[in-house]
């Protein structure tokens, strides 16, 4: 199968500061790409939705100022977690798919804890 | 999308086949049935998908009832490494930009030596 590749896989951040979280395809040119968060013993809920060279569309409840997103190449998409505090940190999660194609690849995922 | 319903939690023992079970009783006609399984702390796999045949692929098969409403994964020799949390999702396949995925609460399997 594709390979969807997450960087970095874990981060630790000062409270108030800003984190970004990449998201490669390694083998195919993805069109949309999916950002999912995750807490302990909970399933995914995504976050948001990028298609490359477009504004990402947001899942109500999600603050798009905070949350950006940057789809800017078929194969990379970046989270950036701006002035992050505690309650953010969480297990972050991309997926992407190729065009026309059925199935979602997920990257394996970046645990983020902002102290 | 249509919602789906499984079991919580699931016991396997090492070595036997794991039936995990799905009820989809509202989908729709152009709906697929996915499964994908999460590993502790890592992200979803794809294991399989189907739209009415059952479907068998060298990870699972999928067996979907003929009225569609309800389907089981079948792992044919279960392994330690196979313990993890299995979501069954249906959605409308997209051809173009749409179609992402809905998680429930998956189903716990633990296989056991």
């Known amino acids: 199968g594709a390979v969807v590749s997450q960087h970095p896989s874990r981060v630790i951040c000062k409270s108030g500061t800003s984190v970004k979280i990449e998201c490669r395809s390694l083998d195919f040119q993805a069109t949309t790409m999916f950002w999912y968060r995750q807490f302990p013993k909970q399933s995914l809920m995504l976050m948001a939705t990028s298609n490359e060279g477009s504004k990402a569309t947001y899942e109500q409840g999600v603050e798009k100022d905070k949350f950006l997103i940057n789809h800017a190449s078929l194969t990379l998409s970046t989270l950036t977690v701006t002035s992050a505090h505690p309650e953010d940190s969480s297990f972050y999660i991309c997926s992407a798919r190729r065009h026309l194609d059925t199935e979602a690849f997920f990257g394996q995922g970046t645990r983020l804890t902002v102290v | 999308d249509a919602k789906t319903t499984q079991p919580p939690s699931m016991d396997c023992a090492e070595g036997r086949a794991a039936n995990l079970p799905c009820n989809h009783s509202?989908?729709?006609?152009?709906?697929?049935v996915y499964w994908y399984r999460q590993i502790h702390s890592q992200g979803p796999q794809y294991i399989i998908h189907?739209?009415?045949n059952n479907e068998t692929n060298e990870m699972a098969s999928l067996i979907i009832t003929e009225d569609r409403k309800s389907s089981t994964l079948i792992l044919p020799h279960a392994t330690l490494r196979d313990t993890a949390v299995y979501y069954c999702i249906v959605r409308v396949n997209y051809g173009g930009s749409q179609g992402n995925l809905i998680f429930g609460k998956g189903t716990k399997l633990s296989v056991k030596p």
């Open positions: 509202t989908i729709s006609g152009n709906e697929y």
């Open positions: 189907g739209l009415k």
